[in-house]
DNA sequence: CTATAAACCTGCTGGC
DNA sequence: TGCCAGCAGGTTTATA
């Protein structure tokens, strides 16, 4: 689930609660969540480890450590971090342990086991995420940027949007949240939208991205905080899985379809093809 | 480049 | 009530 909100909330949480903190050592539950190396060299080159900052750069976290080093998480579709207090019993498919000295515990919990965790020098970086689009949240997005990434792309507009190297960090949810907000049906070819069809959606983009995060991002399934504690966002989502429930602006019902064997859920009345 | 399908995994839901 | 097909927030790889 974790799409740009819910990791960008996340990250917030653990910059305001373990920056400054030292990481004692790392236990790896189930060794494919550590990704390339072998989980013996994960837990050694982290063991010691001060946690200097915290980033994130679409759906990855990034956990700055000292002498260089950065360790990237990806939740992919059903992985979460949570902070635990010490004597807290651990939480069920733990994957992977970070003790810190403090005796607090990150534990990082997937089910699906999709979502990775890796080590790199910092300067190897820009080279891991260098397939990445733009941050849709920051300054030099703007929507004169939008419309010169999408008059490239022969594409649907709702395949494009979910293309990481096009924009970082719009998933299923905020696609679809903001192709609805700004009015604009899924398969339109992205090279087709009209000026004022890209100025609202760089400013639905924005808003449902901002508005995602303001609410702790959105639970559905099993995002949870670094606490523990669901997201509030799916009251504000619109489109996403209200399949046969009214559209709020005009009644009619949410239909889906399958796009890039993806499902895609918009209002067939304001969003016309 | 674009599109499609399958794979990686496990859990939950809805329909019969 | 019980079982099973289908679906799930993501990404990568193979194939056409």
Redesign the pocket.
């Known amino acids: ?3 740009l909100a ?1 990791v960008e909330y996340v990250a917030r949480q653990l910059r305001e609660s373990v920056v400054g903190a030292v990481i004692d050592r790392a236990e790896i539950a ?1 060794p ?1 969540t550590i990704a390339g190396m072998s989980p013996a060299i994960f837990t050694t080159i982290v063991a010691g480890a001060t946690i200097e900052g915290v980033e994130r750069r ?3 976290l990034l956990m700055l450590l000292d002498l260089d080093r950065v360790l990237l998480v ?5 992985g979460n971090l949570t902070l635990v207090a010490p004597g807290t019993p651990d939480e ?2 733990l994957r992977a342990t970070l003790w810190l000295t403090d005796g607090r515990r990150i534990l990082y919990t997937d ?4 979502g990775r965790l890796t080590l790199a020098p910092r300067d190897h970086l820009a080279n891991l995420l260098a ?1 990445l689009g733009p941050e849709p949240l920051a300054p030099d997005f703007t929507a004169a940027r939008l419309a010169a990434i999408l008059a ?5 507009i709702k ?2 949007l ?1 293309n ?1 190297s096009v924009i ?8 679809d949240e903001a192709l609805y907000a700004a009015r604009i049906h899924p398969l339109r ?3 087709s939208l009209a000026p004022a069809e890209v100025k609202r959606l760089h400013a639905a983009i924005i808003g449902v991205l901002t508005t995602g995060i303001e609410h702790g ?7 949870r905080d670094l606490y523990g504690d669901a ?1 509030a966002n799916l009251s504000h989502i619109r489109a ?2 209200r399949t046969g429930l009214p559209c709020d602006r005009c009644g009619t019902p949410i239909a ?1 379809l ?6 895609a859920h918009f209002c067939p009345t304001c969003q016309k093809l």
């Open positions: 689930m974790p799409e819910e189930w494919g679409g759906k990855v990806h939740r992919r579709m059903t069920p498919y089910p699906r086991k999709f397939d490239t792309k022969r594409g649907v395949t494009v979910l990481q970082a960090g719009l998933g299923n949810i905020y696609a070819p992205a090279d991002g959105t639970t559905i399934g099993r995002h997201g996403y899985r889906r399958v796009i890039g064997q993806r499902s």
